[in-house]
T-cell receptor
Framework: GENVEQHPSTLSVQEGDSAVIKCTYSDSASNYFPWYKQELGKRPQLIIDIRSNVGEKKDQRIAVTLNKTAKHFSLHITETQPEDSAVYFCAATSNAGGTSYGKLTFGQGTILTVHP | GAGVSQSPSNKVTEKGKDVELRCDPI?????LYWYRQRLGQGLEFLIY????????KSGLPSDRFSAERTGESVSTLTIQRTQQEDSAVYLC??????????????FGPGTRLTVL
């Protein structure tokens, strides 16, 4: 099955700096890579996603890049703000076993702290 | 409309007792997922429903865990003879359908289970 590794486990930045979180995946058949943000005590919420036919996607201060050859994808947050502080999870879908549904395998999460 | 809801929000039980966790997905969402999130960890897939059927139960940790879904709506996750290692937040998510792996999963707030 799919295995997703996420780094770093914690990331501390100053307000206004950029933050980058990286994930690698094992299943070359994975074709969808969402990123979720989970604030303390809250539910995970999708912030951005990318499909395997695209190399980069941006949404305001957030961008995601995908390198299919190397099987890694990254989340980039620019001009960080204190409200960006949260746990961020990457995920990948796997079609292992012939399934075609959105079974997500999640990374272990990155605790991002943005200091004012 | 309303998002995914789960009940109870918190459950404290004694080791050996059975517990039932409930998930109400977004109306019209045919696919439903259960995840387990241990403290400081990522989301661990448990089971997937398409309609009332569960084509993938591969994540259920043991035969003490079971789940059902009725009316293509409400789902219950049952843990029998709870153990301390079952303590975690149990998250439910739903999507429009199971065929595409691109569908955003909408998460519920979770049930925090504590086994004493």
């Amino acid at each position: 099955g799919e295995n997703v590794e996420q780094h770093p486990s914690t990331l501390s930045v100053q307000e206004g700096d950029s933050a980058v979180i990286k994930c690698t995946y094992s299943d070359s058949a994975s074709n969808y890579f969402p990123w979720y943000k989970q604030e303390l005590g809250k539910r995970p919420q999708l912030i951005i996603d990318i499909r395997s036919n695209v190399g980069e996607k941006k949404d305001q201060r957030i961008a995601v890049t995908l390198n299919k050859t190397a099987k890694h994808f990254s989340l980039h947050i620019t001009e960080t703000q204190p409200e960006d502080s949260a746990v961020y999870f990457c995920a990948a879908t796997s079609n292992a076993g012939g399934t075609s549904y959105g079974k997500l395998t999640f990374g272990q999460g990155t605790i991002l702290t943005v200091h004012p | 409309g309303a998002g995914v809801s789960q009940s109870p929000s918190n459950k404290v039980t004694e080791k050996g007792k059975d517990v039932e966790l409930r998930c109400d997905p977004i109306s019209g969402h045919t696919a439903l997922y259960w995840y387990r999130q241990r403290l400081g960890q990522g989301l661990e897939f448990l089971i997937y429903f398409q309609g009332n059927s569960a084509p993938d139960k591969s994540g259920l940790p043991s035969d003490r865990f079971s789940a059902e879904r009725t009316g293509e709506s409400v789902s219950t996750l049952t843990i029998q003879r709870t153990q301390q290692e079952d303590s975690a937040v149990y998250l439910c998510a739903s999507t429009f359908g199971g065929i595409s792996s691109y569908n955003e999963q909408f998460f519920g707030p979770g049930t925090r289970l504590t086994v004493l």
